[in-house]
């Protein structure tokens, strides 16, 4: 199932900022999407975007801070975070599927409808 690839992960310190990057199989998906997730914790849908737009979703938890985008001449997806925060160290994945609402971010519907992951990307923010 992981036929995206993301790229972009490291560390950095609290305040500072960082870019992630995501292409492969599943980029013309209907939605395209991040998630993130530490040890022992659900993964966390923060920010999908429709391909073409029309409907961008950002987690309470990263609103205002993280961007997301896409080029589409570069079939890439991109998650522009600022401001980072001690509490958003996880691993971050890109996804593609067919809906953006965050309702099917639980795991009973997570992999239903997101069919395409990348095998993620550790970003660490220390304090």
């Known amino acids: 199932q992981e036929q995206l690839v993301e790229s972009g992960g490291g560390s950095v310190q609290a305040g500072g900022s960082l870019k992630l990057s995501c292409t492969g199989t599943?980029?013309?998906?209907?939605?395209m999407g991040w998630f993130r997730q530490v040890p022992g914790k659900e993964r966390e849908g923060i920010a999908t975007m429709r391909s073409g737009g029309g409907y961008t979703y950002y987690s309470d938890s990263v609103k205002g801070r993280f961007i997301i985008s896409q080029d589409n001449a570069k079939n890439t997806l991109y998650l522009q975070m600022n401001s980072l925060k001690p509490e958003d160290t996880a691993m971050y994945y890109c996804a593609a599927g067919s809906s953006c609402v965050p309702d099917y971010f639980t795991a009973m519907w997570v992999q239903r409808i997101w069919r395409y992951w990348g095998q993620g990307t550790q970003v660490t923010v220390s304090s």
């Open positions: 599943g980029y013309n998906s209907y939605c």
